[in-house]
């Protein structure tokens, strides 16, 4: 079964961190050794770990482009 939302929630995670897990994540899939199941809950969980990247870029981008004015 996919992972409930609780397990998604990366509330407080720093960019480091979800995207040195977001790399294991990927090697993990990329291996292809996983269930169906196992598959869907670690794609799951990668979607959320790069929007937690994405995320931290974005005010990276924001402060930056906050100190050019």
């Known amino acids: ?3 409930k939302k609780d397990d998604l929630d990366l509330a407080g995670v720093g960019y480091e961190a979800a ?3 977001l790399a294991q994540v ?4 990329e291996r292809g050794n ?3 199941e196992e598959s869907l809950a670690l794609w799951e969980r990668g979607d959320a770990l790069a929007a937690v990247c ?3 870029l974005k005010k990276a981008s924001d402060r930056i482009e ?3 004015d």
């Open 54 to 56: 994405e995320a931290w």
């Open 19 to 21: 995207r040195d897990e």
């Open 26 to 29: 990927a090697s993990q899939l």
């Open 66 to 68: 906050t100190t050019e």
């Open 1 to 3: 079964m996919a992972q």
């Open 34 to 36: 996983l269930t169906l």
